[in-house]
């Protein structure tokens, strides 16, 4: 990969989440790890979300807004933002989710680390309206147990991962038929 290059593209659809898309967007805007775009697809949202993703986009030129014209979905958004993106690895977030400071230090080094991963993640700190920690949710943490899971549930957490993004246009990107939770069907369980 050349010197200065995009490494992370993180993608962030939303839909309507204009209460919660200030602190999303912020959180990664103040990650540990700077060698990113941030593409933020809104999908048609009927709230204040547009413009204040607008406002983001013209402060910080890391941001690429994308507005589709009316509701897609979210496999549809998703997969825009990936065909366009330049990074390598793919990290997804959700507009109604905050970023832990070194979430994509963290992926991104780990995922470096081990040319046979094709995805990464990590376990959420599930958090109630006032913001504060309810519990934390676990998921797999070896190939083992990932393959275990994957017939029975997601074994990731779709709003942590990052993933190559040789592994998604390989799998043909995110079903756009699936509603609303992309499935994992399409990834390899090797």
């Not at 962030?12 to 209460?19: D, E, L, R, S």
């Not at 402060?59 to 958004?77: C, E, T, V, Y």
Request: proline residues 4%; glycine residues 6%.
């Amino acid at each position: 990969m050349k010197k200065n290059s995009v490494q992370v593209s993180v993608v962030m659809p939303n839909y309507n989440a204009g209460k919660y898309i200030s602190e999303a967007i912020e959180s990664v805007l103040n990650q540990d790890f700077d060698n990113f775009e941030f593409i933020i697809v809104d999908d048609g949202s009927t709230d204040e979300s547009r413009e204040i993703i607008g406002s983001y986009a013209r402060q910080d030129n890391r941001i690429i807004f994308l507005q589709n014209p009316k509701n897609l979905g979210i496999a549809p958004s998703l997969n825009r933002a990936i065909k366009i993106a330049k990074g390598e690895y793919i990290a997804r977030m959700d507009s109604d989710d905050k970023a832990h400071k070194d979430w994509l230090k963290t992926v991104y080094t780990k995922i470096i680390s081990d040319s046979r991963l094709g995805v990464c993640g990590t376990n959420l700190n599930i958090v109630d309206t006032d913001g504060k920690i309810k519990y934390l949710k676990e998921y797999p943490r070896t190939n083992q147990e990932c393959r275990n899971t994957i017939g029975m549930r997601n074994p990731f957490a779709h709003n942590s991962v990052i993933i190559r993004k040789e592994v998604l246009e390989k799998v043909g990107y995110y079903d756009n038929d699936m509603l609303f939770f992309p499935s994992t069907r399409n990834l390899p369980a090797s």
